[in-house]
């Protein structure tokens, strides 16, 4: 093996080492279970979903005239 060769093959090996380890870091941070704080320990909280009131006479909305 010349010497270019060798200095292509462990270049592509460092690549393809930072490449792995860079996954290896991406799935642990996807799959990873978060800490749980005091506030968390709970469960999750329920949130009420409300839609804004149409406007109209005594809803303090602005009513708009169309023509």
Known sequence: MTEAGAGALREFLVVLA???????????AAFAPWYVTPADAGGGAVVEMHSPQRAGPGSGGVAVETR
């Not at 930072?18 to 642990?28: D, M, S, T, Y």
């Open 18 to 28: 930072l490449a792995l380890a860079g996954l290896l870091l991406a799935v642990l």
